[in-house]
């Protein structure tokens, strides 16, 4: 089955330390998305891709980086700026921005602070 | 600048009674808009989109939703809530290249 991999399902942070967030979908999509869920906020938008080896910086992007290198992974490091990282981080999908196509999700990473 | 509301962050509706949830949205143009439902600590899952076809929309799990574009809204609607039913619901609008979420309403069932 087709779908998006989120790993780990957990992630612990220790002070000063980066980590990166896999991402792994096999529904050929060129898009990929990366949000930060927050309670009672909603879904954040921090780094999207529309294209192989591009993406542009969402709303809440100071703190993050990604990469995209291959069609199929759009990896998120939370560097030791991101001052609050613990969250929930969920990435997401789409086969082209610019459609009536919905986004798919994984399945998320909870990110804690040691 | 798009935007989602979603009135009611908590709704709370017996077993077998109607579930509304609300969504208004605001976009110059005629946007695509989708309901997502979210179970604790998993991904969203899309409940149903439009996409200007028709404006009644009909989903998964017994769920519909109708566009209304004099009141720029697209309420969620169920007619006989179920236990199963009780989880986070997010409505979402695309426009251009980016996607918005509203900050999500959370519904319980009361058996």
């Known amino acids: 089955d087709g779908g998006i991999t989120q790993s780990p399902k957990y992630l612990f942070r220790k002070e000063g330390q980066n980590v990166t967030l896999s991402c792994e979908q096999n529904l050929n999509h060129d898009a990929m998305y990366w949000y930060r869920q927050d309670p009672g906020q909603g879904l954040r938008l921090i780094y999207y891709s529309q294209i192989v080896n591009d993406f542009q910086k969402g709303d809440i992007a100071e703190g993050y980086s990604v990469s995209r290198e291959k069609k199929e992974s759009f990896p998120l490091t939370v560097t030791s700026a991101q001052k609050n990282p613990t969250a929930f981080y969920l990435c997401?999908?789409?086969?082209?921005?610019?459609?009536?196509?919905?986004?798919?999700f994984g399945d998320g990473t909870r990110l804690s602070i040691l | 600048a798009q935007s989602v509301t979603q009135l009611g962050s908590h709704v709370s509706v017996s077993e077998g009674a109607l579930v509304l949830l609300r969504c208004n949205y605001s976009?110059?143009?005629?946007?695509?808009l989708f309901w997502y439902v979210q179970y604790p600590n998993q991904g969203l899952q899309l409940l149903l989109k439009y996409t200007s076809a028709a404006t009644l929309v009909k989903g998964i799990n017994g769920f519909e939703a109708e566009f209304k574009k004099s009141e720029t809204s697209f309420h969620l609607t169920k007619p006989s809530a179920h236990m199963s039913d009780a989880a986070e619901y997010f409505c979402a609008v695309h426009t251009g290249n980016q996607f918005y979420f509203g900050t999500g309403t959370s519904l319980t069932v009361i058996p």
């Open positions: 976009s110059s143009v005629p946007p695509y």
């Open positions: 997401a999908s789409s086969m082209e921005t610019y459609s009536n196509q919905p986004q798919h």
